[in-house]
């Protein structure tokens, strides 16, 4: 299967490193471009009056989601072509919304490690993706 386009959603997390160097070599061998999606999930912060320790701690987590994308520049010593987003809001919803505006052909995720009571209480990101998503998917473990 040929691809033009692969959506990686980074969070720093090892299993998200080990699904970047299975897409960044997806994509050297067919050709595609990549999609690299870091989600800044700032529940908590939403609805909280906006004083400056909320302002601070908003900022935080944008900088982790560029430190995510930066790490994963550096995986790329093949240059392929990279576009970065970064969006605030749920996981899951994010990447699937930006999967449809992209159009990708493939989504490459890691698996959360979750299993057990903490996967039923809060769910699985790549779970949820898998059972809503219009392309393929390649959870890697």
Avoid: W
């Avoid at 970047?20 to 997806?26: I, N, R, S, T, V």
């Avoid at 979750?114 to 993706?129: L, T, Y």
């Amino acid at each position: 299967m040929m691809y033009k386009k692969i959506l990686v959603p980074t969070d720093g997390s090892e299993f998200a490193k080990k699904a970047q160097k299975h897409a960044l070599f997806l994509a050297k061998v067919s050709g595609a471009e990549i999609i690299a999606v870091s989600v800044t999930e700032n529940n908590f912060v939403n609805g909280l009056p906006l004083d400056d320790e909320v302002y601070q701690l908003n900022q935080i987590l944008n900088e982790r989601s560029h430190e995510n994308l930066e790490e994963f520049d550096k995986l790329n010593e093949d240059d392929i072509k990279m576009n970065h987003v970064i969006r605030e809001g749920s996981p899951a919803r994010v990447i699937l919304d930006v999967a449809a505006e992209e159009q990708v052909d493939l989504i490459v995720m890691g698996s959360s490690g979750k299993s057990g009571f903490d996967r039923f209480i809060m769910g699985s990101v790549a779970d949820k993706v898998v059972n809503s998503a219009k392309c393929a998917v390649l959870v890697v473990h």
